[in-house]
């Protein structure tokens, strides 16, 4: 990479993404990641470790890392998550290490995670990209749980409750995005990170004075 790259470049962005089950982020977050468009290739999307049972069309390492309780208090009590939380009693947390090791080679590491590990990201790397996903209305966020079919009424009213309560806390993310289209609220997300590159705070100047002769 030449030296002027680099200093724009740089290390990459921790990006957090949340919002409420149902709204599209992984979705929103693969089509980013499928376009040819500045900021894509850099895309990196984490994978969470949970305590959740397995969906019939998940798989293992590629949409979660799948564990037992103990084996996930094991992960917290050695210092090996960047964040966890816990969400319709189970548990959800990010490996920091490989997180650590894409950033510092110049990617993107998108979290999709809830409001409270995205407050432990905050808190942990204050230069970390905070974005809050909403749908085009509380009725569209309805419907499309309702589409999943893949879990209890009981449950979707629960993760409905739940995003009542989260919607609270938007004040403390830096943008926010509305999935009404997932390609537009996809281009959205590198126009997003395109201009957090580009902040004066993120360029390094030394890479520019390598090989001044003056």
């Known amino acids: 990479m030449r030296d002027r790259e680099r200093a724009q470049l740089g290390t990459g962005l921790l990006v957090v993404l ?3 089950s149902g709204v599209g982020k992984g979705t929103v977050v693969a089509q980013a990641m499928s376009l040819k468009r500045e900021g894509a290739s850099r895309l990196r ?3 969470s470790v949970t305590t959740r049972p397995r969906r019939a069309d998940e798989r293992e390492g590629v949409d979660y890392f799948f564990c037992t309780p103990e084996q996930f208090e094991e992960r917290v009590q050695a210092g090996r998550l960047l964040e966890w939380a816990t969400y319709l009693d189970n548990r959800y947390g990010t490996p920091a290490d490989w997180v650590d090791e894409q950033i510092a080679s110049g990617h993107d590491v998108v979290l999709e995670i ?3 590990g995205a407050m432990q990201v905050k808190e942990r790397r204050p230069d970390s ?3 809050y996903m909403l749908p085009p209305s509380w009725r569209a966020l309805r419907r499309r749980l309702r589409t999943r079919r893949s ?3 009981e449950i979707q009213r629960r993760r409905l409750a739940v995003a009542r309560e989260e919607i609270k806390w938007l004040p403390e993310y830096r943008y926010c995005i509305m999935n009404d289209r997932v390609a537009k609220a996809a281009r959205r997300l590198l126009a997003i ?4 590159r580009a902040r004066v705070a993120r360029t390094d100047p030394s890479a520019w004075l390598e090989g001044d002769d003056d």
Not at 193 to 196: C, D, I, P, Q, R
């Open 18 to 20: 949340s919002g409420p």
């Open 45 to 47: 999307r984490s994978v």
């Open 114 to 116: 809830e409001v409270q």
């Open 129 to 131: 990209v905070l974005i």
């Open 151 to 153: 879990e209890s009424e």
């Open 193 to 196: 990170l395109e201009a957090e």
